[in-house]
């Protein structure tokens, strides 16, 4: 299944498929046997072609291997469908105008019931008819039929068929706007992509018109299509969530009136999906004929080509294209907007068969893994686990993902295209001494200049925390804003102190840190205390660094433990610092055996301070 969607898609790219859709050939049969002046219009449908052969009034029946029967026909080159498979033609011969006892003939291909319509009065005066669009509803019971005319003042007539026959109650001659009236006019009844009914009306010299019901009238608006060459033939129909329109495609270097294929939505630059013309010049001459119709289902669309061409200028066929559309492949990763499935995110296929996603100027901070996976239709790439790629040094990147769907391959390239130097604003977010989650902390960092680095100062109280009734203190992160209340949470370190693991231990999420807080447990294994005091962090933003240290207030000599008295506990607590013990102290003050310290904190000290306790003087 995998090698067949391959395939196929790089098949499409060869026609001229855009990003997600391809269209590919099924088959194609040559009719250069039907006298093309004489059988100008055909429909496809079901499988099959239903071509008109006004001189001998009849149709002629085709599939890909060939004739494979004839129905009664009519004099006129016209030959249509309703929205229920029924076959529409007129008894008025070409090049005649609608008039008195014009007719309309309703057939039903597979068991070949026939019904007959007279237009009415109603329908006014119409002009020369050439040509039919499709129908709405089943015209065998309730349907609709618009009839074009190159009557000035009755350009469209609408004939209402209810309970099978002619309702004239509902039959007649709406204005609409700003049609140009014309012969070889085609319009075709469809319901647009919001659900209106629409109408489709089509020269092959100006821009097609979309009409809208307003009142008991229609009210037009003309728009462009790329490519677009002079054929009569335009089918609109809605698809994959889009409102589509089916044409003959045109490219710079050919010319009018030949049997190029494409598809566009309204106003485009470029088809969504194309085939080239078989030729670049003229096949069709002055016929200017390229007959197209669309069957719409769940998996994509069946595109029917009639395409008669003059005696002098071979290349009438009968071709069948099938229009689809590839899944979209998708990257989701943690570094792409939180694993959210973003459209911005799709792949693009290229020829080597393989789809890519390029990203570019990525801020990644040093030691950062890259997870990553590619979705499409529920299906992930790869299924078990999250690919990975590790960014070792900090800076701006760009990142190509490749997804081969054959072999169900996914990979990551980065290249580092840039430093960061971050000069905005930075401010700590968190919950402080149980404030809530905010940004107004009072803690906007303090920024050096020179060398990037942030800097700040926060005050703990040293709570008690239960981290098992879901509320937290002390957590704290570091966010670029652009101002102090604006919640970006596009963080530049994804910095959080203050949880606790299932044994009490305090755990630093972030890898990167240098210097662990010091903790008091209370006994408690559940609970923890935070100490109460001052701490200084020191961000670095270039290489995402942290520096987190207890501020213990200096200049007392002998004050080791940094509380303002000196006593017994400071001996005690510089005992412990000789001893090697893992305890805070203030090396400062506890370097006190002379006056301005001696460079270095030893028994010497202990025995100073312990003379100073008993005696009051150094």
């Known amino acids: 299944m995998k090698k067949l969607l391959l395939f196929a898609a790089m098949a499409a790219v060869a026609l001229g498929a855009s990003a997600g859709y391809t269209i590919e050939k099924l088959w194609s049969y040559d009719i250069s046997s039907i006298n093309a002046s004489n059988a100008r219009q055909g429909l496809g449908m079901n499988g099959k072609f239903y071509i008109n052969e006004r001189t001998e009034s009849t149709i002629y029946i085709y599939d890909q291997t060939g004739l494979k029967g004839t129905m009664t026909g009519s004099p006129n080159m016209t030959i249509t469908r309703d929205e229920a498979g029924n076959i529409i033609y007129s008894n008025v011969a070409f090049p005649g105008n609608w008039g008195l006892g014009a007719t309309i003939t309703v057939v039903n291909p597979l068991t070949e019931e026939t019904k007959t319509y007279q237009i009415p009065e109603e329908c006014g005066a119409l002009g020369r008819c050439d040509v039919l669009g499709t129908a709405k509803g089943n015209m065998m019971e309730d349907g609709e039929l618009y009839i074009t005319s190159n009557t000035s003042g009755t350009a469209i007539a609408k004939l209402v068929i209810t309970d099978g026959k002619v309702n004239t109650d509902e039959s007649y001659n709406p204005d609409c706007g700003n049609v140009t009236t014309s012969t070889t006019t085609p319009i075709y009844a469809y319901t647009d992509l919001e659900g209106n009914d629409a109408l489709l009306y089509y020269t092959r010299?100006?821009?097609?018109?979309?009409?809208?019901?307003?009142?008991?009238?229609?009210?037009?608006?003309?728009?462009?299509?790329?490519?677009?060459?002079?054929?009569?033939?335009?089918?609109?129909?809605?698809?994959?969530?889009?409102?589509?329109?089916?044409?003959?495609?045109?490219?710079?270097?050919?010319?009018?009136?030949?049997?190029?294929?494409?598809?566009?939505?309204?106003?485009?630059?470029?088809?969504?999906?194309?085939?080239?013309?078989?030729?670049?010049?003229?096949?069709?001459a002055g016929l200017a004929i390229n007959w197209l119709w669309a069957e719409v289902d769940a998996d994509g669309v069946t595109i029917y080509q009639y395409y008669p061409s003059t005696n002098d200028a071979p290349g009438a066929h009968i071709s069948v294209y099938r229009m689809t559309k590839t899944p979209d492949y998708t990257v989701a990763s943690n570094i792409l907007g939180n694993w959210t499935i973003d459209p911005a995110n799709n792949m693009t296929l290229g020829e080597d068969g393989l789809y890519t996603l390029t990203v570019k100027d990525v801020e990644i901070p040093a030691n950062y893994t890259i997870e990553y996976k590619v979705t499409s239709d529920g299906t992930w790439w790869p299924a078990d686990f999250n690919a990975q790629y590790v960014i070792n040094e900090a800076g701006y990147y760009t990142l190509v993902f490749t997804f081969d769907l054959e072999t169900g391959n996914v990979s990551l390239v980065a290249t580092k295209t840039g430093d960061i130097h971050y000069t905005g604003d930075v401010y700590i977010m968190g919950e402080v001494n149980s404030n809530g989650w905010q940004t107004n902390v009072g803690l906007q960092m303090t920024r050096d200049e020179e060398n990037n680095i942030y800097t700040a100062t926060i005050t703990t109280e040293g709570k008690n925390i239960d981290p098992n009734d879901g509320i937290g203190y002390n957590y704290f992160s570091f966010t670029k804003m652009l101002s102090e209340y604006e919640n970006d949470w596009n963080t530049i370190a994804p910095y959080r102190f203050g949880a606790v693991t299932e044994g009490g231990d305090f755990l630093v999420t972030n890898e990167q840190l240098n210097k662990e807080l010091s903790l008091e447990m209370n006994g408690d294994p559940h609970a923890f205390k935070i100490p109460a005091g001052q701490w200084n962090l020191t961000l670095s933003v270039d290489d995402m660094t942290l520096i987190i240290e207890k501020v213990i207030p200096a200049g007392k000599r002998g004050d080791v433990d940094g509380n303002s008295v000196v006593d017994i506990n400071d001996v005690t607590r510089l005992i412990d610092v000789v001893l090697g013990k893992d305890v805070e102290y203030h090396f400062v003050n506890s370097d006190c055996n002379v006056e301005g310290g001696s460079g270095n904190v030893d028994i010497n000290d202990v025995t100073a301070l312990i003379n100073f306790v008993l005696t009051g003087a150094w």
Do not use: H
Request: charged letters at 15%.
């Open 205 to 284: 010299t100006t821009n097609p018109v979309k009409l809208l019901p307003d009142g008991d009238n229609y009210a037009g608006s003309a728009f462009g299509l790329p490519s677009r060459g002079s054929t009569m033939s335009v089918f609109p129909f809605v698809w994959d969530g889009k409102e589509l329109f089916l044409y003959n495609y045109k490219p710079t270097g050919y010319g009018d009136y030949l049997d190029g294929v494409c598809v566009a939505e309204a106003g485009a630059s470029q088809p969504i999906v194309s085939v080239l013309p078989s030729v670049t010049t003229t096949l069709a």
